[in-house]
C-alpha cells in the first residue's frame, strides 16, 4: 500500500517539472542513487562477497529499469495518454507469465480472477480517455508496449535477487545502473541535463524521494514476501492513486470511466491478494 500511494505522485510530479521525459527520469534515478550512497558506503560490507549471479541479475534488473523509463516516457511524445494507460496495463500478464516459467510462481483461480479483473479495469479507464478524442499513433503504442514488457523482467529479476539479498544493496546497483544507462540515452538523444528552473529541480528531487527511494524501494522490499505476479498487479493501482491525487492538487477531473475502472482495479487486487501464496519470510 505504501509503495503504490508513493509511486502514485510520479504523474504528479512528472507533470509539474517543465523538463524533457528522458531529462526527468535520468534525474529521478540519478538523485535516488545519490541518496542511497551514504546509507550504502556506510555498510559497504554488505557489497563484499556477493555472488556474481546476483550481481549481474541485479545490473540487469536496473538496465531492464532504465529501458521501461526510456521506453515508457518516449511514448508519450507519439501517443495518448490513454493509449499508453492501456498498453502499460498488460504488464502483469507478462510479469504472470514471467513468473510461471521462470520462478515456478503459482496462480489460483481467485489470483487468475482478480489479475483479469484488474487488467481489465486499466483498459476501462484508457478507453474513457480514448472517447475524449486524444489521437493515437502505432509506434507510440509499440513504445508503451515495450515499456510494459521491459517492467516485466524488472520486477521478476528483482524477485530473483531478492530472495537471497537484502534490500539495500539491491536497489542501489538496480538504481545507479538505471541511472547511467539513463544518462547514455540522454547524450546520444541530446537531452539537455542542465538551465532547467528551480522548481523543476525541486520536482527532480521530489521524484527521486518519493515515488523512488519510498515507492519503488517498498515494492521491491516486498518481493522477497509476495509474488512478483502480485507485486506487478498491485501497481495497477497507481493510476486510481494519480487520480485522486491530480484532483485535489491539480484541479484535473476525471472521467467517468475512471471512476468505474479504479473500482474494478482495486476489486481485481483485492481478489488477487486472496489468492496470494505468500513466501517463506526470510530476515531482510
Same mark, same amino acid.
Given at each position: 500500500?505504501?509503495?503504490?500511494?508513493?509511486? @502514485?505522485?510520479?504523474?504528479?510530479?512528472?507533470?509539474?517539472?517543465?523538463?524533457?521525459?528522458?531529462?526527468?527520469?535520468?534525474?529521478?534515478?540519478?538523485?535516488? @542513487?545519490?541518496? +542511497?550512497?551514504?546509507?550504502?558506503?556506510?555498510?559497504?560490507?554488505?557489497?563484499?562477497?556477493?555472488?556474481?549471479?546476483?550481481?549481474?541479475?541485479?545490473?540487469?534488473?536496473?538496465? &531492464?529499469?532504465?529501458?521501461?523509463?526510456?521506453?515508457?516516457?518516449?511514448?508519450?511524445?507519439?501517443?495518448?495518454?490513454?493509449?499508453?494507460?492501456?498498453?502499460?496495463?498488460?504488464?502483469?500478464?507478462?510479469?504472470?507469465?514471467?513468473?510461471?516459467?521462470?520462478?515456478?510462481?503459482?496462480?489460483?483461480?481467485? %489470483?487468475?480472477?482478480?489479475?483479469?479483473?484488474?487488467?481489465?479495469?486499466?483498459?476501462?479507464?484508457?478507453?474513457?480517455? +480514448?472517447?475524449?478524442?486524444?489521437?493515437?499513433?502505432?509506434?507510440?503504442?509499440?513504445?508503451?508496449?515495450?515499456?510494459?514488457? %521491459?517492467?516485466?523482467?524488472?520486477?521478476?529479476?528483482? @524477485?530473483?535477487?531478492?530472495?537471497?539479498?537484502?534490500?539495500?544493496?539491491?536497489?542501489?546497483?538496480?538504481?545507479?545502473?538505471?541511472?547511467?544507462?539513463?544518462?547514455?540515452?540522454?547524450?546520444?538523444?541530446?537531452?539537455?541535463?542542465?538551465?532547467?528552473? @528551480?522548481?523543476?529541480?525541486?520536482?527532480?528531487?521530489?521524484?527521486?524521494?518519493?515515488?523512488?527511494?519510498?515507492?519503488?524501494?517498498?515494492?521491491?522490499?516486498? +518481493?522477497?514476501?509476495?509474488?512478483?505476479? &502480485?507485486?506487478?498487479?498491485?501497481?495497477?493501482?497507481?493510476?486510481?492513486?494519480?487520480?485522486?491525487?491530480?484532483?485535489?492538487?491539480?484541479?484535473?477531473?476525471?472521467?467517468?470511466?475512471?471512476?468505474?475502472?479504479?473500482?474494478?482495479?482495486?476489486?481485481?487486487?483485492?481478489?488477487?491478494?486472496?489468492?496470494?501464496?505468500?513466501?517463506?519470510?526470510?530476515?531482510?
Amino acid at each position: 500500500m505504501i509503495g503504490v500511494i508513493a509511486v @502514485s505522485f510520479a504523474a504528479i510530479f512528472i507533470r509539474m517539472a517543465d523538463a524533457p521525459a528522458l531529462a526527468i527520469a535520468f534525474y529521478r534515478m540519478g538523485l535516488s @542513487s545519490l541518496m +542511497l550512497f551514504p546509507v550504502m558506503y556506510m555498510q559497504r560490507e554488505k557489497l563484499r562477497n556477493l555472488d556474481r549471479r546476483v550481481i549481474y541479475f541485479s545490473l540487469a534488473a536496473g538496465f &531492464f529499469l532504465a529501458l521501461h523509463f526510456a521506453f515508457w516516457v518516449q511514448a508519450f511524445t507519439y501517443t495518448s495518454v490513454a493509449s499508453a494507460v492501456v498498453f502499460v496495463s498488460t504488464q502483469p500478464l507478462f510479469v504472470t507469465a514471467m513468473g510461471l516459467l521462470f520462478l515456478r510462481e503459482k496462480i489460483n483461480r481467485l %489470483f487468475l480472477i482478480g489479475l483479469l479483473l484488474a487488467v481489465g479495469g486499466g483498459f476501462l479507464i484508457g478507453w474513457g480517455d +480514448l472517447t475524449m478524442g486524444e489521437p493515437e499513433a502505432i509506434r507510440g503504442n509499440l513504445l508503451a508496449l515495450l515499456g510494459a514488457i %521491459f517492467a516485466a523482467f524488472y520486477f521478476v529479476l528483482g @524477485s530473483r535477487v531478492r530472495a537471497t539479498l537484502g534490500l539495500l544493496p539491491y536497489i542501489f546497483m538496480a538504481y545507479t545502473t538505471a541511472a547511467i544507462f539513463l544518462l547514455g540515452f540522454c547524450l546520444i538523444w541530446g537531452v539537455p541535463l542542465l538551465g532547467y528552473t @528551480s522548481s523543476t529541480y525541486t520536482f527532480f528531487f521530489l521524484l527521486a524521494l518519493i515515488p523512488t527511494i519510498i515507492g519503488h524501494s517498498s515494492l521491491n522490499w516486498s +518481493l522477497k514476501y509476495l509474488p512478483a505476479s &502480485f507485486v506487478a498487479l498491485s501497481i495497477l493501482g497507481e493510476p486510481v492513486g494519480a487520480t485522486v491525487f491530480a484532483f485535489f492538487i491539480l484541479g484535473e477531473i476525471p472521467h467517468y470511466l475512471t471512476f468505474l475502472g479504479g473500482g474494478i482495479i482495486l476489486i481485481g487486487i483485492y481478489l488477487a491478494l486472496g489468492g496470494v501464496k505468500k513466501k517463506r519470510r526470510i530476515k531482510d
